[in-house]
């Protein structure tokens, strides 16, 4: 539907085109036509990209490949345990495998009306070492030197969002360091507990698995014996 509606307008704009280049105008005028205001209407979006041929082990950008996820990329801001920005920008980067998990299992979200929103993504492990540097506690900061599964492309940080992009309850906010966030604590209402349940359920059905701790973070299981990666991505515009 979308194409056919961008087709549509284009064929008015090249009408509108052929008919300005017809009329003579003086050089000093201007003139507000058709197709000033359709050239401003008319954004075509970038094609989503496909990821078959891609290596499982590359990198990819998430928004490349779906525009049906929310963001939230803590790091990128000031909001959040370290109280800094370590991120130059807000981008989404996983391996081509985690990509196509997420993928697939955020379909089953929308079909039920909700859709993943994402905290964190790929990390830097010099961004690990600083997180460490801050809480050397591994049950909640993966020892740099080891590496965590977020410095190899396989983790995300997520939670779940309604149609209108409202956040379901969770009942803690991400990075909540304490026994509310674990999944064993089931002194939490109802809403709450559901809205984990099917979170961890469908998460796990699509190959991932979660760390006691933290509610929001999932893991790739076919991504743990990838390696730890320290580069950074060039930020778009």
Request: proline share 3%; aromatic share 10%; with cysteine.
């Amino acid at each position: 539907m979308r194409r056919l509606i961008v087709y549509s307008l284009m064929v008015i704009l090249m009408g509108c085109l052929q008919k300005q280049k017809e009329q003579t105008t003086s050089p000093n005028t201007v003139q507000t036509t058709q197709v000033d205001t359709l050239a401003k209407v008319i954004k075509v979006e970038p094609q989503v990209k496909s990821l078959e041929g891609i290596s499982d082990t590359t990198f990819v950008r998430l928004a490349d490949y779906s525009r049906d996820f929310a963001y939230d990329l803590r790091y990128a801001t000031t909001n959040n345990f370290l109280k800094e920005k370590v991120y130059d920008c807000a981008e989404c980067y996983v391996r081509a495998k985690t990509a196509k998990a997420l993928i697939a299992v955020n379909k089953v979200f929308t079909q039920a009306g909700k859709r993943i929103k994402f905290f964190d993504c790929y990390r830097p492990n010099s961004v690990q070492y600083k997180m460490w540097e801050l809480v050397p506690n591994p049950q909640y900061v993966a020892n740099p030197k080891k590496g965590s599964i977020h410095n190899k492309g396989g983790a995300v940080d997520i939670t779940l969002v309604d149609a209108e992009g409202n956040e379901l309850n969770m009942g803690t906010d991400f990075d909540f360091f304490g026994k509310r966030a674990h999944h064993d604590h089931l002194d939490l209402p109802q809403e709450v507990l559901n809205n984990r349940k099917l979170l961890k359920e469908t998460m796990e059905a699509h190959g991932f698995w979660s760390i006691r701790t933290e509610w929001w973070h999932y893991n790739l299981a076919a991504g743990s014996n990838d390696k730890v990666a320290n580069f950074k991505w060039n930020c778009q515009e």
